[in-house]
């Protein structure tokens, strides 16, 4: 494959440094494609292994950086804006484990409400809220237009946003998305909790069935139809998976390997309980829903 000089010069000059690449897809039959964690060289391998017309595609090069002071995901549905600040790196949120524990925030698009933020972090949040609003008629009806874009109560554009914080750049968008948004269920805004515990809707859905806690895989039984519960999966967890009639994970974000999973199996999934645990025993019969982040037995 030819390249062109200027992409050989950042070659040459960054090649070694690690950064993410996300391929874009121009058409909407295309699926996206990521990798993170690897330096340009080892993504251009990767990318060359990737089964794709490369003109399909619009490719972006995210660099990682250790100076990340703070990283966050959020969303904006009909209901308000829900979203997780946590100091340091943005794979702390994409894989669920934290260095310390993300702060929470909800803006009900007239009280915000926060768990565990300073001073700082309730600043940061108020400002990428800011920068996703747009008030100005023709500047909607373009983003409409070319994005196919919405927009809720005063302005908020509509989806799913990360960003990150460098001490230099400040706030810096590093993916949207309008699809994610349509799913969740923002928390602890107008829904009558009747549950034993709750969680973040990951994928929607209910299920009933046998509550099947799995700590240990070479060490569990699991039958067809069982609510896998578990801290958070992991590729090993597949076979499980496939099998489940949903998923409860105690730990994890949107963008955890048991949300994504879950979309893709089109099964119901909770992510983020955390007394979940204390309050379901292994075979416990249960109901998953997450259609309204609850579950009842």
């Known amino acids: 494959m030819a390249y062109n000089p200027l992409f050989l010069d950042i070659l040459q000059r960054i090649g070694d440094e690690k950064c993410a690449l996300r391929l874009v897809p121009l058409l909407p ?7 993170r964690g690897k330096t340009l060289k080892e993504n251009l391998l990767w ?21 990340t002071t703070f990283s966050a995901i959020f969303i904006v549905g009909e209901q308000g804006i829900w979203g997780k600040i946590v100091p ?8 669920g484990f934290y260095e310390e524990p993300p702060a929470t925030f909800i803006f009900d698009f007239t009280n915000w409400h926060f768990s565990g933020a300073s001073e700082e972090i309730k600043l940061l949040a108020k400002e990428a809220v800011s920068k996703i609003t747009v008030y100005d008629d023709i500047q909607q009806m373009e983003l409409k237009q070319t994005v196919d874009a919405e927009f809720v109560s005063q302005g908020y554009l509509k989806g799913y946003f990360e960003f990150v914080v460098w ?19 923002i928390p602890n805004l107008g829904i009558e909790k009747t549950s034993t515990s709750s969680g973040i809707c990951a994928s929607p859905g209910k299920a009933q069935g046998k509550a099947k806690i799995v700590l240990d895989l070479k060490n569990t039984t699991f039958s ?17 998976m496939k099998k489940c009639s949903g998923i409860i994970t105690a730990q994890g974000t949107l963008l955890s390997h048991a949300a994504i999973v879950a979309r893709e ?11 979940i645990f204390e309050k379901v025993k ?16």
């Open 29 to 35: 039959a295309l699926p996206k494609l990521r990798v």
């Open 47 to 67: 990318f060359n292994e990737q089964k794709i017309n490369p003109a399909d595609y619009k490719v972006e090069v995210i660099p990682h950086s250790d100076e």
């Open 88 to 95: 340091g790196p943005h794979w702390q949120l994409t894989q």
């Open 167 to 185: 001490p230099k750049l400040g706030i810096s968008f590093i993916d949207y998305n309008r699809l994610v948004g349509e799913i969740f269920v």
């Open 224 to 240: 067809e139809g069982d609510i896998l519960i578990c801290p958070m999966t992991t590729v090993d967890y597949l076979p499980l």
């Open 265 to 275: 199996l089109k099964k119901p999934c909770l992510i983020g309980v955390k007394d």
């Open 282 to 297: 292994d075979g416990d019969m249960i109901t998953l829903d997450a259609d309204n982040c609850q579950i009842i037995h």
